[in-house]
């Protein structure tokens, strides 16, 4: 049986990937402050280096609603706090930044994949 945390690394995956074939390079991975974690960092050259930072939200289907839908103002305060500490330690306060949702819909064949650049706004 397929455990919700195989559910979500397969999803990080296919995250990864999509970002990497979009020109994306992916700095870190699973990235934590204290009690959380950031899925993906990564670098949009496109956008003059900006550092973009990734929630990845996978679903096997659609019963409990969107995958973007689970993403409550809880969870984004904590994406933000883990951000804050990732600029801070690497030294890169006031660098560029912002806040992606990847997501991904598990099911026969392909898997669906969305990209929602600017998801929300914090910085």
């Not at 409990?64 to 883990?82: D, F, R």
């Not at 997501?103 to 064949?109: A, F, I, P, S």
Request: proline letters at 3%.
């Amino acid at each position: 049986m397929t455990s919700t945390n195989d559910i979500g690394d397969r999803g990080e995956d296919i995250a990864e990937t999509h970002l990497e074939e979009n020109g994306y390079r992916v700095l870190e991975r699973n990235y934590r402050f204290e009690r959380n974690e950031m899925d993906l960092v990564c670098l949009d050259p496109d956008k003059g280096g900006e550092i973009v930072f990734v929630e990845v939200k996978t679903r096997t289907g659609l019963g409990y609603g969107a995958p973007e839908e689970s993403i409550t103002e809880e969870k984004k305060a904590s994406l933000v706090k883990v951000a804050q500490a990732y600029l801070h330690e690497r030294q890169l306060r006031g660098s560029p930044a912002r806040f992606d949702v990847v997501t991904v819909l598990l099911g026969d064949g392909q898997p669906e994949i969305e990209h929602y650049e600017n998801a929300f706004w914090a910085l």
